[in-house]
Structures are given as structure tokens and as C-alpha cells.
């Protein structure tokens, strides 16, 4: 009986629900070492919405570049402090809906937020989730959104937060993009991938 991930780590390493946002608006196409380098240079200058406004678009910028986009990140920053304060008082709200109406918020950030911040027993689908999850067959989707709608109607409550963590690593020790590592996977004999391609593959 699988049990809590111990070493799954909230988005970034961020606990805090407003760095969790943000860190997930840097993440957007970028390689998971910019976003580090980029969030730690962010927080390194404001770590709440109303010290983030205070910055210029410039200071914001400049402090992101490394995870590319930074000038469509840095709007909708500045977009997601704005509401967050007016809508909210600057309190992160604990809902997906609430979190899906913020501004530079999809469902893989609300769901990040909603599953390593709240605690919630929602699954958050990144690109390696929906690869590895439409690969196997657990879901038949073309985009991310759709099978994080599918995998939540289909798995029990207890798989969905961890869940996230075990495809992921599978996803990117295993499972890539490119060539998947089919010889060595864990789950060659429940998968639709291998069952389809083990002939060419052998
Ligand atoms: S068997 Fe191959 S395609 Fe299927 S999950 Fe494993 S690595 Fe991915």
C-alpha cells in the first residue's frame, strides 16, 4: 500500500501559497534549474505581493531573466499581485476555482498549489505527467488539462498527490520524451506504449 512521498517536494521548494504561484508562473517552458535561479533572485527582493508591486517592471525583469519569457512573466506578475490584493487582501485563496480566476493561473498552477501548499487531494499534470500517463494508457488526452481531468475521475483520492511525484520521476528518469527507456521501465507490462512498439523496440 504505496504511502506519503516523503521526499515530494512542493513546487520549487516554495511552501509559502504566494511564492508557490509565482514560482509556478516562472516554471511556465522553462528547465527547472533557471526557474530556481530565477525565483531565488525574485524572493531574494520581494516575497509578498505588495513588496512585488513596489518593484519596477524593470528590477522583475531583469531579476527572471533566467527562466526565459520574462517579459510576459514580469505582466503577469505584476496582473496576479494586483488582484491578488484588491480580490483577496493578498491572501492566496485555498480553492481551484479561486486560483484558476488569478490572473497567469492554469490549472497545472492551481493544482501544484492546491496539491503541495493546501494539501489537497488533487494530481497535478505537468509535461511529463501527460506524456507518461497517455503513454501507458491511463488517459487518452491531447492536452494536459484534459488528462489531469481524466486521471482525477479515475484514480482513488489516496494516488493523486503522490502520484504526481511517482510519473514525474518516471517521466523524466525514464519515460522521456524522445526515447523512452522502455528496456528498463517499471512498468513495461502495464503499459500500451510497449505493447504496441515491443516488437520494434526488440
Ligand atoms: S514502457 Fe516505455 S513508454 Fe511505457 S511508460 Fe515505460 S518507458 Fe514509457
Known amino acids: 500500500m504505496p504511502g506519503r512521498t516523503k521526499d515530494a517536494k512542493g513546487p520549487k521548494g516554495q511552501p509559502d501559497a504566494f511564492r508557490s504561484c509565482i514560482s509556478c508562473m516562472l516554471s511556465a517552458q522553462s528547465l527547472d534549474r533557471n526557474t530556481a535561479a530565477a525565483a531565488a533572485a525574485l524572493f531574494a527582493l520581494a516575497r509578498t505581493p505588495r513588496a512585488m508591486l513596489a518593484l519596477s517592471d524593470e528590477a522583475i525583469a531583469a531579476a527572471i531573466k533566467p527562466c526565459g519569457l520574462y517579459n510576459t512573466k514580469t505582466r503577469n506578475i505584476r496582473r496576479f499581485c494586483e488582484v491578488l490584493l484588491a480580490e483577496h487582501g493578498g491572501t492566496v485563496p485555498a480553492t481551484r476555482e479561486g486560483l484558476l480566476a488569478l490572473p497567469g493561473i492554469g490549472r497545472k498552477c492551481a493544482d501544484i498549489v492546491m496539491s503541495f501548499t493546501f494539501g489537497a487531494d488533487v494530481i497535478a499534470v505537468d509535461t511529463h505527467v501527460h506524456r507518461v500517463c ?44 524522445r526515447s523512452p527507456r522502455c528496456e528498463v521501465c517499471p512498468v513495461q507490462d502495464l503499459c500500451e506504449y510497449y505493447a504496441a512498439t515491443a516488437k520494434d523496440i526488440a
Open 134 to 177: 497517455n503513454r501507458i494508457g491511463l488517459t487518452q488526452a491531447k492536452t494536459a488539462d484534459r488528462t489531469a481531468e481524466q486521471l482525477e475521475a479515475r484514480s482513488p483520492a489516496w494516488a493523486l498527490r503522490d502520484g504526481h511525484f511517482w510519473l514525474i520521476q518516471l517521466g523524466k528518469r525514464i519515460c522521456h520524451a
